[in-house]
């Protein structure tokens, strides 16, 4: 008896294993382990951006002024909210140009060169310029295809010599 419950034991042990393989799991960085320690706050797939907003004249007046963006044609906007804090002396500044988005296919995005519209829709953006102490929260924009935008994505942030900080976007 005790053969055949070792054995159906052994069996389920090795099925759930190999059910296991199968699954694709994102997990983030430890953040500990790195200067700059990046928290995703949240994120929107956005197919255009529009925005009514009253702007105050001189003579005291409200001019109602529309804003309207749009991603070229088959992308979307991919807008994240970030905390980017550094959490110890020495290292380099965060370099935004090493900030990529990349997606199930590995194909990896850029923060968009100038997504300085996003204050216009009420987020507030994050500066393009790289960020040296303290730290810093706001809102950057992808341009990335609508299939990427469908399936898994992960931000992914090359820090050099510490390796690679990468948070799943979900």
Known sequence: MKRIITALLLAALLLGLCACGRVQTRTASDQSAFTWQIQLLG???????????GVPQY????????????????????ILTLDIQKSRAGGGGFDWQKLTVR???GNAYSRMADDAFLSSHTYNRLPGTALQIGGSR??????????????????????GDEGENTLPIQ
Do not use: Q, R, W
Not at 147 to 157: D, I, P, S
């Open 59 to 78: 003579d005291g007046a409200v001019l109602d002024v529309a804003y309207d963006n749009a991603p070229s044609e088959g992308y979307t906007f991919l």
């Open 43 to 53: 994120y929107e797939v956005k197919t255009a951006l529009h925005t009514d907003a």
């Open 103 to 105: 997606d199930a296919d």
């Open 138 to 159: 706001g809102s950057i924009c992808f341009e990335i295809p609508e299939k990427a935008a469908k399936g898994e994505m992960t931000l992914v942030y090359a820090a």
